[in-house]
């Protein structure tokens, strides 16, 4: 009697414990079952017109987050074969990431996101939303061969550089550096955007905090190169060779453009000069006296 | 007097033949590797990175051709120091009193008919500035491939305005000496009128007879005083 009694509590627990499981915890799956419907429409929220809800599967699952959904979107609010009503929340990424949050909230960035700017970019702008990988795959796109196209998205933006005065020609001038030629020919230990700028506390040189600011740069390209000193530094970093940037540069280039078409011009000039004269004086010599 | 002008003469000498072949395949090898490094993003560039084994070999070969061309400029050096021959050869080669005045009749007599003999002695002007252009011209190749070579001790010891120009120069400098080489030496060796399909005198040593009076006089009358 005693048995068949506590046989009905623990049945009766594990049913109470499993509708409660039901109610509150979703498996991926469970998710993917409606958003990996590319045609599927949301909820429109107020003013805000219904989006598409798709999240493509395959990206999803070759993320290094993909067993949990609910561990960045929690309280989810319906059953697992219902809609959801609301949009589940999103949890910061900073709770399970400290550091980077932390950094990242100190940086240029953070401090524009956090006072509201909706341009300022935010964790999900560099890696991705549900196809996070590890900086080490390939395809994530801080991966070394695709961060400078990442940070490019916005520091190439024409728009950008001008309502945040923010330097031009950034990528083009890495990617025609010794580093940047480097990485876009495999050698995957050549500094990229992150090397020098940091990855999350990401100043502006003005900064005295700043890693690429003048007096940290000599301990900055001392990472790498040991013995690059304050005189290392004097220069450029990002060398486009323009008359305003590197003067210097520009008119050594230009003298070598010049020279060298000068020379090619020269010479097809005397190879006409003696085909011509070598054609006239067997011609002349061929002529019947 | 056909076979006479025919008859070949020695003019090069063993070793100078030597140090021309390992000076050509050395800065032929730094050409392509270099050309292939300027040019990365172009289907020329593309295609010689590929020819030469990617990025990497393409840069490791650059580095053997340039210790190649190194060795040959120290040959080329100890010749001209230490031997008779290579110290004449050398002098030969120094500009002298009247080579201006050569070149300007020379240059004349292109634009006429008129049978012209400038002259000139062991070398022309034009064969004594291709020679002083490469000279120099490899000198500052080498000096300025020397210190990107060193790669961390550059950046430790120069501003960084200074390795980035040094790269400028040793890029624009290359070029310019292809171009020279290209469309002068070669086009002087191969294609210039009587020429084609090649003036073998640096594989052979040797020169015609016929050949050396049309265009190194001076030098025919030093070897042949008695032809006088």
Not at chain 1, 230 to 241: D, L, M, N, P, R
């Amino acid at each position: 009697m005693r048995t068949l009694s506590l046989k009905i509590v623990a049945a009766a627990t594990l049913l109470s414990f499993g509708s409660i499981a039901d109610a509150q915890t979703i498996s991926s799956s469970d998710c993917l079952n409606c958003h990996s419907d590319r045609n599927r429409l949301g909820t429109s929220i107020g003013a805000v017109s219904a989006r598409r809800v798709y999240i493509d599967p395959d990206e999803y699952r070759s993320s290094i987050h993909n067993s949990d959904c609910a561990a960045c979107h929690p309280g989810y609010d319906g059953a697992p074969d219902n809609q959801h009503q609301s949009r589940p929340p999103v949890a910061s990424c900073g709770s399970c990431h400290q550091s980077e949050e932390h950094d990242w909230g100190a940086s240029i960035h953070g401090r524009d996101a956090l006072q509201g700017d909706l341009k300022a970019p935010n964790c999900t702008t560099c890696h991705g939303a549900h196809g996070v990988r590890r900086v080490s795959d390939p395809l994530s796109p801080v991966n070394r061969r695709n961060l400078p196209t990442t940070c490019a998205n916005c520091h190439d933006d024409e728009e950008i550089a001008t309502e945040y005065g923010t330097p031009r020609n950034r990528l083009e001038t890495y990617e025609s550096s010794y580093h940047g030629l480097a990485v876009k020919f495999g050698r995957m230990t050549a500094a990229d955007c992150a090397s020098c700028h940091n990855s999350h506390l990401i100043l502006p040189p003005s900064d005295p905090r700043s890693s690429v600011n003048k007096a940290n740069l000599p301990s900055t390209c001392g990472k790498c190169h040991p013995g690059a000193g304050e005189q290392f530094a004097t220069g450029k970093i990002h060398v486009s060779a323009t008359k305003e940037s590197s003067p210097g540069m520009f008119y050594v280039r230009k003298f070598y453009t010049y020279f060298i078409a000068g020379l090619m011009i020269l010479f097809v000039g005397y190879i006409i000069l003696e085909h011509s004269g070598y054609a006239r004086a067997r011609r002349k010599k061929e002529e019947p006296k | 007097m056909t076979n006479e002008s025919n008859q070949l003469i020695h003019r090069f000498a063993v070793s100078w033949r030597l140090q021309h072949l390992s000076l050509m395949i050395g800065v032929f090898g730094l050409a392509l590797t270099g050309l292939a490094y300027r040019y990365y993003d172009t289907g020329f560039g593309r295609f010689l990175i590929n020819l030469e084994g990617g990025f990497g070999s393409r840069g490791i070969l650059h580095r053997i051709c340039g210790v190649m061309l190194g060795l040959a400029v120290v040959w080329h050096g100890f010749r001209v120091i230490f031997t008779r021959t290579g110290h004449d050869d050398f002098m030969a080669l120094m500009p002298e009193k009247g080579d201006g005045k050569r070149w300007r009749l020379a240059l004349k007599a292109k634009f006429s008919s008129e049978p012209f003999n400038a002259e000139w002695g062991r070398y022309t002007l034009g064969q004594k500035v291709q020679y002083w252009t490469v000279a120099l011209g490899t000198l500052l190749m080498i000096s300025t491939g020397l210190i990107l070579l060193m790669g961390d001790r550059a950046v430790a010891a120069l501003p960084k305005w200074m390795v980035d120009m040094v790269r400028v120069v040793h890029g624009g400098q290359g070029v310019e000496l292809m171009v020279f080489i290209v469309l002068w030496h070669l086009y002087s060796t191969h294609f210039s009128p009587g020429r084609f399909p090649m003036d073998a005198s640096w594989i052979t040593g040797k020169i015609s007879k016929g050949q050396l009076k049309d265009y190194h006089m001076r030098e025919y009358r030093r070897l042949f005083p008695e032809d006088d």
